[in-house]
């Protein structure tokens, strides 16, 4: 049990990191941004809401006041990782080890909440 919620702390914490990162770019580095979502084929409409869901997000997965909602972030978390991760490998077949890394983590962070607050 304590080992779990060690895994499960580590595993969101580096995930929160991670995202709170992506979204400081998103606001505060949009330019660039903007230019990795443009060679990657993606619309740059789509730069700042992304950011405010994955603030969202991560709101939704340390509050727990709504299951549902935690599964949508989590699954959100999933799918922006799992379409970074093929961006990334597609475009350049390089950078992409941060979004494989952000998978494991959302996956890691996932399973554990599972094992540690569903008991």
């Known amino acids: 049990m304590k080992r779990d919620k060690i895994i499960y702390w580590i595993a969101t914490g580096l995930l929160t990191l991670l995202m709170l990162f992506s979204a400081y770019n998103y606001f505060f ?12 084929g993606y619309p740059t409409y789509i730069v700042y809401p992304l950011a405010i869901a994955k603030l969202l997000g991560l709101v939704a997965i340390h509050t727990k006041l709504s299951d549902t909602l935690k599964e949508w972030a989590y699954a959100g978390f999933f ?5 970074a991760f093929f961006a990334h490998y597609m475009t350049d077949g390089t950078g992409y080890q941060m979004a494989l890394a952000g998978m494991v983590f959302v996956v890691a962070s996932y399973v554990y909440d599972k094992k540690v607050f569903t008991r």
């Not at 580095?29 to 990657?40: A, K, L, V």
């Not at 799918?79 to 379409?83: N, P």
């Open 79 to 83: 799918f922006d990782t799992l379409l």
């Open 29 to 40: 580095n949009y330019d660039m941004i903007s230019g990795f979502f443009t060679h990657f």
